[in-house]
């Protein structure tokens, strides 16, 4: 992935570069590797109208690691859930036994759909197959597969893919093309299969082998079996060099012509990933995507229960959609089929608040302003990175549509609160949720005022539309 500076951006929206490259690198995806900017494509724009309008999207990780939870052999694994393989060094021999114990038996995929609906999310995205090389459907290329390898025999993507059909809920299948402990060519499994890289730098696996016997004809399968294919989410996209990606971009572009194809396949993408849980500080007009934990792991872990709040769950939505971005906010479900209650009902409260000020969410663009954001530290301090350090406002936030603007409050804000300036003249200002006026005047310097009643009517985050002439800010 890459991300690049909006042109003409402010010193706010400059941020943006800085901190998705860092993000990207923090999250082990080599700068190497980073995919060149999309150039503009119509046909990538008409790809992508849905995608903009979406917003709010399900990842789901669910795999094999979810049975041992964070834990092998009674000694707590480090880091991700998912991870758990990697992180304990678990030899193939033994994890791929967990295959025999998969048995989710409480697995609904309607009621996955449910959730994703109930919580306002408009796409899902899930683990087809994870870096441990098992793949959650039917495969051919691969008999470690859900159908072939465990006592459960169903196929969990198709369960999923008829179940988004029949809710009209769009469906992507996140892919680990590059990362595959299971295979002696795949990336990443030194613990099995000795490193990656000799000393000279020179790959010392049949990398290609792997990717040519597995990965590429598993997204084959992927795009030939489950009906429309919203996106394909790649991922760590180690040893993929623009010709390799280019062999997985062509087989999506060939098969399913509308499919997305994330920011993270080593080559040129339909959009821009950020790195784990980023945000950056600042808006941009390009389509991107910032991929989030709920709590601290994507797969299932016994020992995290610190789910985000429902409140902490809509201001990084707001957050994200006031600088252009889609939020893909991740749940982890357990080895039985069930997706964690507490995580649940998270999810639904912030669905719940949706259901009533969506309109400032779904298809809204980003903020005309961005002095709300926050502003560089006026001490010339740096952040951990090394650069300027940027202090983040979080009060409140702004979405546009045309000929309106949606100012969502997270705290009380003063009386009265004035708009930053802009040109055209304003005609109303109410509350969304139930559309009473709200008293505005405008002020001689260009800046309109309004005061909020006091409490705030919904202290989770209160959304105040502003209607102006014209479809367009002007300041
Ligand atoms: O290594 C993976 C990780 O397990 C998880 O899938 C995340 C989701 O964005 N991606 C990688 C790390 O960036």
């Known amino acids: 992935m890459s991300c690049r500076r909006s042109p003409g951006g402010r010193p706010a929206a400059r941020r943006f570069t800085a901190v998705c490259l860092a993000a990207v690198a923090a999250s082990g995806i080599a700068r190497a590797h980073q995919a060149q900017p999309p150039q503009p494509d119509p046909a990538r724009e008409h790809r992508l109208a849905w995608f903009r309008a979406a917003k709010y999207g399900l990842f789901i990780h669910w795999g094999l690691y979810a049975i041992p939870a964070g834990e092998w052999h009674g000694r707590r694994c480090p880091g991700l859930g998912e991870w758990l393989m990697n992180r304990c060094q678990v030899p193939v021999r033994e994890y791929e036994q967990l295959a025999a114990r998969f048995n989710p038996v409480k697995f609904d995929a309607d009621a996955w759909v449910q959730l994703a609906q109930d919580a306002g999310m408009k796409y899902i995205v899930i683990t087809a197959k994870h870096h441990d090389g098992f793949a959650m459907f039917k495969s051919n290329a691969s008999s470690y597969n859900v159908v072939d390898a465990t006592p459960f025999k169903r196929d969990v993507l198709k369960e999923l893919a008829d179940a988004c059909a029949r809710r009209g809920m769009r469906l992507g299948f996140y892919y680990s093309q590059s990362q595959d402990w299971h295979e002696p060519g795949g990336a990443g499994n030194t613990w099995d299969f000795g490193p990656d890289l000799g000393p000279d730098g020179r790959e010392r696996k049949d990398y290609d082998g792997y990717l040519r016997s ?37 087989i999506v572009r060939t098969l399913q012509p509308s499919t997305l194809i994330d920011g993270r396949l080593g080559t040129e993408g339909d959009y821009r990933s950020t790195g784990d849980n980023v945000v950056p500080d600042a808006a941009s007009g390009l389509a991107w995507e910032t991929p989030a934990t709920i709590n601290h792991t994507w797969g299932y872990r016994t020992d995290d229960t ?151 009517p919904d202290p989770m985050a209160t959304v105040v539309v502003v209607a102006y002439e014209g479809s367009a800010v002007r300041r």
């Open 306 to 456: 610190d789910w985000k709040a429902p409140g902490t769950i809509l201001f990084k939505l707001i957050d994200i959609v006031s600088k252009g971005g889609n939020y893909l906010l991740n749940v982890g479900p357990m080895a039985d089929g069930l997706i964690p209650q507490a995580s649940q009902a998270n999810l639904r409260t912030a669905g719940r608040w949706l259901r009533v000020n969506g309109e400032a969410v779904y298809a809204a663009g980003p903020s005309p302003f961005g002095e709300e954001f926050g502003e560089y530290s006026a001490r010339g301090a740096l952040d951990v990175r090394g650069q300027k350090l940027f202090l983040p406002q979080t009060e409140w936030r702004v979405t546009a549509k045309p000929g309106r603007l949606y100012f969502t409050f997270f705290n009380e804000p003063r009386a009265p609160f004035a708009i930053p300036a802009m040109r055209n003249r304003v005609t109303r200002v109410y509350r969304l949720a139930d559309g009473v006026d709200v008293p505005f005047s405008a002020g001689g310097d260009g800046r309109t005022t309004f005061t909020l009643d006091r409490p705030m």
């Open 214 to 250: 597995k990965a590429e004809p598993q997204v084959r399968e992927l795009l030939t079996r489950y009906g429309p294919v919203a996106l394909i989410w790649f991922d760590t996209p180690r040893s993929m060099t623009p010709e390799r990606g280019q062999r997985f971009a062509t």
